[in-house]
């Protein structure tokens, strides 16, 4: 069965200091990879996709960036964090045989960022 | 530009109470529906698909229908439990800037009082 792991789960971050968030799937190849983040009274934004090694789209102009080193790795990294990256991010996959598949949701890291 | 739009934000029930959460989004040209169930701090689960061609999906005590016409999803859940207790997410696949992609609602909070 195919599982999804992201770490850490919390973090707090001064401002200006740097980021990186990762995110691992198992069971899987080839999977479209996705992070999206939910910040308080908002609905979940997605900021990254990614359909394959080193092919990254991004959907929001930020100081983020994202890099999938490998097949089942997602890294969500900045160079130096601002009060308003915190939240709570999660990372996802779907499959790629089937356009528009179900996507399957990490458990999530809790940013504050102070 | 989809927008996903989830009413009510909140909704308080006595248990065995039925009950019915809307969801509505502004674009009809949609791939499918899906609907999330999202605890306290945790990452989402999938509930249940809905895709364009079909107007009804359930699992178990829950059932979700689809009107891509006026552009409305339900989520129905029978004879509740505080075990659902919980936020409902829907979110509309979607081809928007180039690519396909999730648009999510802010989602409705569940409580259900024993």
């Known amino acids: 069965s195919q599982t999804i792991h992201q770490w850490p789960a919390t973090l707090v971050q001064p401002v200006g200091s740097p980021l990186s968030l990762e995110c691992t799937v198992e069971g899987t190849s080839n999977p479209n990879l996705y992070w999206y983040r939910q910040a308080a009274g908002r609905g979940l934004q997605l900021l990254f996709y990614s359909v394959g090694i080193g092919q990254i789209s991004s959907e929001v102009p930020q100081n983020l960036s994202a890099s999938r080193p490998q097949d089942r790795q997602f890294i969500l990294s900045s160079k130096k964090l601002l009060l308003s990256d915190s939240g709570f991010y999660l990372c996802a996959w779907s499959g790629t045989e089937i356009v528009s598949d179900t996507q399957y949701f990490g458990p999530g890291t809790r940013l504050t960022v102070l | 530009k989809q927008e996903v739009t989830q009413i009510p934000a909140a909704l308080s029930v006595p248990e065995g109470e039925n009950l019915v959460l809307n969801c509505s989004f502004t674009d009809s040209a949609i791939y499918n529906l899906q609907w999330f169930r999202q605890d306290p701090g945790k990452g989402l689960t999938s509930l249940l698909l809905?895709?364009?061609?079909?107007r009804e999906q359930t699992s178990g005590r829950l059932n979700a229908s689809l009107d891509k016409s006026s552009g409305r999803s339900t989520l129905y859940i029978a004879a509740s439990q505080p075990g659902d207790s919980a936020t409902y997410l829907c979110?509309?696949?979607?081809?928007?800037?180039?690519?396909?992609?999730?648009?999510f609602g802010k989602g409705t909070k569940l409580t259900v009082n024993p």
């Open positions: 979110a509309a696949w979607t081809f928007q800037g180039g690519s396909e992609k999730l648009v």
């Open positions: 809905i895709q364009s061609s079909q």
